[in-house]
């Protein structure tokens, strides 16, 4: 079990950047992949982007590709979703998940944190 809290929301201007964090719990953190994922007012929840264990592999939306980037600080049981050039349709609810899946292409995942508000303002 792990418990995932994401932080680093809030309200930006179009064209410019957000860090979001993901801390998680316990001591098996480098076991896990991390995905980023966002629900906007009215859609369905959509994937953003995934990490290795390792960090060594990333996997994004073609819809935030070149704009936004994934890392992870195992030392620090600490994930991230690095946000560039931001645009009003990035804003959404935006949650970090955990699990020991091996593949980086299963969108599913077993934990999940309680989301965090991203506004971008045009």
């Known amino acids: 079990q792990v418990q995932l809290v994401e932080s680093g929301g809030g309200l930006v201007q179009a064209g410019g950047s957000l860090r979001l964090s993901c801390v998680a719990s316990?001591?098996?953190?480098?076991?896990?992949?991390m995905g980023w994922f966002r629900q906007a007012p009215g859609k369905e929840r959509e994937f953003v982007g995934v990490?290795?264990?390792?960090?060594?592999?990333?996997r994004y939306a073609d819809s935030v590709k070149g704009r936004f980037t994934i890392s992870r600080d195992n030392a620090k049981n600490t994930g991230y979703l690095q946000m560039a050039t931001l645009k009003p349709q990035d804003t959404a609810v935006y949650y970090c998940?955990?699990?020991?899946?091996?593949?980086?292409?299963?969108?599913?995942?077993?934990?999940w944190g309680q989301g965090t508000q991203v506004t971008v303002s045009s």
């Open positions: 316990g001591r098996t953190f480098s076991t896990y992949r």
């Open positions: 998940a955990a699990d020991s899946k091996m593949l980086l292409s299963t969108m599913t995942f077993d934990y």
């Open positions: 990490i290795s264990r390792s960090g060594v592999s990333t």
